[in-house]
């Protein structure tokens, strides 16, 4: 294979990884991937508005309007220092709970009820972590 040939396989190579880096976002969470974080308005029908406003030290994803059965959802690359939390307003209520610290979870599931907030653990269970 002749300099040219080489010369042109090296910038087609490279093209080729920085297109899919820059389409997939594959290289943006390396090594330990993205962290998916869910609150679900569980509360009872004909009840006030859930008000979610969920941040971490570096990156605040704004407030939020959460309707009953609904979810809101955001996701993020996390790091060993990695805290985000909402604050959450309801019927009178507020609470500010912690949604993510480093290696709870790639996938934090969170529900609010009218009695707290409630972690999804095993996929199936419900476990009430804060109350109102």
């Known amino acids: 294979m002749g300099n040219k040939q080489l010369l042109q396989s090296f910038i087609l190579l490279t093209?080729?990884?920085?297109?899919?880096?820059?389409?997939?976002?594959?290289?943006d969470c390396?090594?330990?991937?993205?962290?998916?974080?869910?609150?679900?308005n569980e509360l009872p029908e004909n009840s006030p508005p859930l008000y979610l406003r969920c941040q971490?030290?570096?990156?605040?994803v704004g407030y939020q309007t959460v309707a009953r059965n609904q979810e809101y959802k955001f996701n993020f690359c996390p790091n060993h220092?990695?805290?985000?939390?909402?604050?959450?307003?309801?019927?009178?209520?507020s609470l500010a709970f912690d949604v993510y610290r480093?290696?709870?979870?790639?996938m934090c599931d969170w529900r609010v009820h009218s009695d707290g907030i409630y972690q999804v653990q095993d996929y199936t269970n419900f476990v009430k972590i804060y109350d109102w």
């Open 56 to 60: 971490s030290k570096n990156n605040d």
């Open 15 to 27: 093209v080729l990884v920085q297109s899919m880096a820059a389409s997939e976002k594959i290289w």
């Open 81 to 93: 220092r990695t805290l985000f939390f909402c604050h959450a307003w309801w019927n009178g209520k």
């Open 30 to 40: 390396w090594p330990v991937g993205h962290v998916y974080v869910s609150v679900t």
């Open 102 to 106: 480093w290696k709870w979870c790639h």
